[in-house]
């Protein structure tokens, strides 16, 4: 009994620290559904910034709320 406690305590623990260690790494997308949002939030940047006539500040902008909503505001610099 006493090993079956120690055991669920350690997996509890485990489980409530691995979210803590979420990044949001556009490199480890495939590991990791955070960094894979970041990841799509970065193509589509790149890719409407290449347009010739598009608005770069509305471009900019729609970055920095994907980011948020993605929960890596630190990904788009100022």
Do not use: W
Request: glycine share 4%; aromatic share 6%.
């Amino acid at each position: 009994m006493m090993k079956f406690a120690i055991m669920t305590a350690a997996l509890l623990v485990a489980g409530m620290i691995s979210p803590a260690f979420a990044d949001c790494d556009v490199h480890k997308a495939d590991e990791d559904k955070q960094a894979k949002c970041a990841e799509k939030c970065d193509d589509e940047y790149l890719s409407r910034k290449m347009n010739y006539g598009a608005n770069q500040a509305e471009v900019i902008a729609n970055k920095k709320a994907c980011d948020a909503a993605c929960g890596c505001p630190q990904n788009t610099k100022e």
